[in-house]
C-alpha cells in the first residue's frame, strides 16, 4: 500500500505495522466483538421461556426479522456505493493516465538546488551543465507542469478593464530561456524567452494556448498586453510567445491558462533545474552533481526525478483512492453476500414446514427456489433503489475532491447494479436449492 502511495501522504515511507499496532487492532477487534454481542445476548436473556415452548421455538427470534434485513438492505445500498466510487476513480485514473501532459517526458532530468550566496549562481550552473556530455539543453523553471497551482497572480486587461475583486487570474511560472525547449513544450507562434530578457528590458511574457483562448478569444495574442501588480508596482508586460499547454495541475478537463515570466524580470528565485538528455537521464545524475559542486559546494541538491517519475507521481494520490475504495468496495460485497446469504438461510429454516407443506401439496422445485429468490430480489430491489441515491451524491463527492473524474453515467451504474446483482444471486443459491430438497415427511414431523 505504501508503495503506491508515493509523496501524497507526508512521511508514509516510515509507516509499518508493528508489534503496537497490531496489538491495538486486536484488541479493538475483540472489544467490538463483545459489544456486537452484547444485544443478542441480553435480549436471550429476556426471553420468555414458557412462551417460546408453547408457540415453537422458531417464534422466540421472529421480531428480528425486520431488523436482520433492514442490516441487509443497509449493506447493499452501501456496497453500490462504494462500487460507483471505486469505479468512477478508476476510469478517471485511466483517463488521467491516457492525458497528454504538454511536454515531453523521455530524456528529462528533473532535480533541485537550495540557495546560493552567488548572485550568478543559475547562469554559471546552466552554462557548466550544458558542457556534460550527453546534455543537449538545460534550464531553470518555477514551478514545473503538473506540479499543482502554486503560483496563481491577479492582472488586467488594459482594453477590458475590471474592478480588484474581479481582476482575473491565473498560474504562473517563473522560467529562464530554454526552458520550453528542455521540458519539450512546442512553441507555437512568437517567440521564446531569451536572454536579452533581462531587468533592463521591455517587460515581457509568454502564455500558453489556454491563456490565449481563454483571455483572447478569436484574437491574436501576440502584442497584446497584460498589466501585473497593482498601484506604483503595476507592470505593463507585452504578449512575445504562445507555447502549447503543459498541465499545470493533474486534474481537470481541460488545461489551465498559464504565463510564463523570464527570472531575470520577476527574481523570485527559481530553484528546479531541467535537463533534456541525449541518454538515459539516470546515467548523469553524478556528472550533475560534480557541476554543481563545481560552481558552489554549499548548495544542496535534493530530489531528482526523470520526466517518466515526474509524470507518474502526480497520479500516486489516486491510485491510493483507487486502492482503498476498491478494498472497500470488496469488503461490502462480502458483507453483502454473507449478510444475504444468512437472512436467507435463517428465512428457509424458519419456514420449513411451511415449505415442506408446499412440496407435499405438490409444489415444484422452481416453485420452491422462487420463493426464496423473490425474497431475494425484494432486499436486493430495495437496497440498489436506496444506493441509486446514495450513488447520484457519491458521485459528486468524488468529481468535487479530484477534478478531471468522469461524470456518473448508464454505463457505469449498470456495471455496478449487475455486480452486486450477480453477487446476491450466488448468495441466495444455495439457500434456495436447500429449500428446494427438504423431504417434506421429515419437515412435518420436526413440527
Known amino acids: 500500500m505504501t508503495a503506491h502511495a508515493g509523496d501524497s501522504l507526508p512521511r508514509i515511507a516510515q509507516a509499518s505495522i508493528d508489534g503496537p499496532v497490531l496489538a491495538f487492532s486486536i484488541l479493538l477487534t475483540i472489544c467490538t466483538s463483545v459489544l456486537c454481542s452484547l444485544a443478542p445476548a ?37 456496497g453500490l456505493v462504494l462500487l460507483v466510487g471505486a469505479e ?31 548572485s550568478d549562481f543559475g547562469e554559471r550552473l546552466l552554462e557548466r551543465l550544458r558542457a556534460i556530455p550527453g546534455v ?33 487570474r491565473s498560474d504562473a511560472a ?4 530554454g526552458f520550453f525547449s528542455a521540458m519539450g513544450i512546442p512553441l507555437l507562434k512568437g517567440r521564446d524567452i531569451n536572454d536579452r530578457d533581462r531587468a533592463s528590458a521591455p517587460p515581457v511574457v509568454v502564455v500558453n494556448q489556454a491563456f490565449a483562448r481563454k483571455f483572447f478569444p ?43 515570466f523570464p527570472s531575470q524580470q520577476l527574481p523570485w528565485g527559481v530553484e528546479t533545474v531541467v535537463l533534456r538528455t541525449a541518454g538515459p537521464p539516470q546515467q548523469l545524475e553524478s556528472a550533475v552533481r560534480a557541476a ?25 494520490q489516486m491510485q491510493l483512492s483507487i486502492l482503498l475504495m476498491g478494498g472497500f468496495a470488496a469488503v461490502a ?3 453483502t453476500a454473507t449478510g444475504l446469504y444468512g437472512v436467507l438461510s435463517y428465512a428457509v429454516e424458519r419456514r420449513r414446514r411451511e415449505i415442506g407443506l408446499r412440496i407435499a401439496l405438490g409444489a415444484g422445485r422452481g416453485e420452491v427456489v422462487g420463493l426464496v429468490f ?14 441509486l441515491a446514495g450513488a447520484a451524491v457519491a458521485g459528486r463527492l468524488v468529481r468535487s475532491s479530484m477534478l478531471g473524474v468522469e461524470p456518473l453515467n448508464l454505463a457505469l451504474l449498470s456495471l455496478a447494479c449487475g455486480t452486486l446483482v450477480v453477487v446476491s444471486v450466488a448468495a441466495a443459491y444455495i439457500p434456495a436449492t436447500r429449500a428446494a430438497s427438504i423431504d417434506p415427511m421429515k419437515a412435518l414431523r420436526s413440527e
Request: a positive charge.
Open 136 to 168: 543537449q539543453a538545460s534550464a531553470m523553471g518555477r514551478p514545473l507542469p503538473l506540479q499543482g497551482h502554486q503560483i496563481r497572480i491577479a492582472f488586467d486587461l488594459p482594453m477590458r478593464p475590471a474592478a480588484a475583486s474581479d481582476r482575473p
Open 88 to 118: 468512477l476513480l478508476t476510469a478517471g485514473f485511466l483517463q488521467l493516465v491516457r492525458r497528454d501532459p504538454g511536454f515531453r517526458p523521455d530524456h528529462l532530468l528533473t532535480f533541485n538546488v537550495g540557495f546560493s550566496e552567488k
Open 333 to 335: 460485497l462480502l458483507l
Open 374 to 387: 423473490r425474497q431475494a430480489t425484494w432486499l436486493v430491489a430495495t437496497g440498489l433503489a436506496l444506493g
Open 218 to 260: 478569436g484574437e491574436e495574442a501576440i502584442g497584446k498586453r497584460v498589466q501585473t501588480g497593482v498601484g506604483p508596482g503595476a507592470v505593463l508586460r507585452e504578449i512575445v510567445g504562445v507555447v502549447g499547454d503543459a498541465r499545470q495541475a493533474v486534474a481537470g478537463a481541460d488545461p489551465d491558462p498559464v504565463y510564463y
Open 42 to 78: 441480553l435480549r436471550a436473556i429476556g426471553a420468555d421461556v414458557s412462551g417460546g415452548l408453547k408457540e415453537g421455538a422458531q417464534s422466540i427470534a421472529r421480531g428480528n426479522d425486520r431488523f436482520r434485513s433492514a442490516l441487509v438492505v443497509l449493506q447493499i445500498t452501501l
Open 292 to 316: 554543481v559542486a563545481d560552481v558552489d559546494r554549499q548548495v544542496p541538491i535534493q530530489q531528482f526525478r526523470t520526466g517518466e517519475q515526474l509524470a507518474a507521481g502526480v497520479v500516486s
Open 174 to 177: 517563473i522560467v529562464t530561456p
